[in-house]
C-alpha cells in the first residue's frame, strides 16, 4: 500500500513538473516511461538464468544451478546445489562458469554440496557450467544457462 506521505511528495513533483511540460514533451515522457517498464527484462535489467545439470563422471549426479542478475553489480548471486554424490562425501568440488573458477563446495555425508555466491561476474545465457573434483578433476556434473522466464 502506499503511504500518504508518497502520494503527498507524488502530488508536488507532478504539480511543479507538469505546467511546464510542452504538449510533445508530455507524450514523450509518457511513451518513455511505458518502453522502460515493458522493455525492463528483456533489456537486461532483471537476468534470471538456470541450468540443470546433470551427471558426467557420476551418472547419478543431479544438481541445478540458479543465476539471480539484477542491474548491478552487488545484486548478482548464484546458488549451485548438487546431490546423489555419495561416493564423493567429504571431498572437496570445484564449480566453474564460462572456464572461470567461482568457488568450492564440500560433499556432505549425505552426498550433497551447495554453493552461494554473490558479486559475481555477469553470467550469459548458453555458458556452461561444471563441476568437477578437486584432486582428480573427474566432471562430476555439468549443464548450461537457460532463460528463467517462462
Not at 514523450?28 to 532483471?46: C, D, E, M, R, S
Not at 564423493?88 to 568450492?104: E, Q
Not at 553470467?123 to 562430476?140: A, D, L, N, P
Request: charge should be positive; aromatic fraction near 4%; glycine fraction near 10%.
Amino acid at each position: 500500500m502506499v503511504s500518504v506521505g508518497r502520494l503527498r511528495l507524488y502530488d508536488s513533483i507532478m504539480s511543479a513538473l507538469v505546467p511546464r511540460l510542452t504538449a510533445s514533451s508530455l507524450v514523450t515522457v509518457i511513451v518513455a516511461a511505458i518502453v522502460f517498464a515493458l522493455a525492463g527484462p528483456a533489456a537486461g535489467v532483471h537476468n534470471d538464468l538456470q541450468a540443470k545439470l546433470r551427471g558426467a563422471d557420476f551418472p547419478a549426479a543431479r544438481g541445478l544451478a540458479d543465476y539471480d542478475g539484477r542491474h548491478g553489480h552487488d545484486h548478482r548471486a548464484l546458488d549451485v546445489k548438487v546431490r546423489n554424490i555419495s561416493r564423493l562425501a567429504g571431498r572437496t568440488l570445484v564449480v566453474r562458469v564460462h572456464g572461470v573458477r567461482l568457488g568450492t563446495m564440500q560433499v556432505t555425508s549425505t552426498g550433497r554440496a551447495h554453493l552461494h555466491r554473490h558479486r559475481l561476474f555477469a553470467i550469459q545465457e548458453g555458458w556452461r557450467i561444471r563441476v568437477v573434483t578437486q584432486q582428480s578433476h573427474k566432471v562430476v556434473a555439468i549443464g548450461r544457462f537457460v532463460s528463467d522466464r517462462g
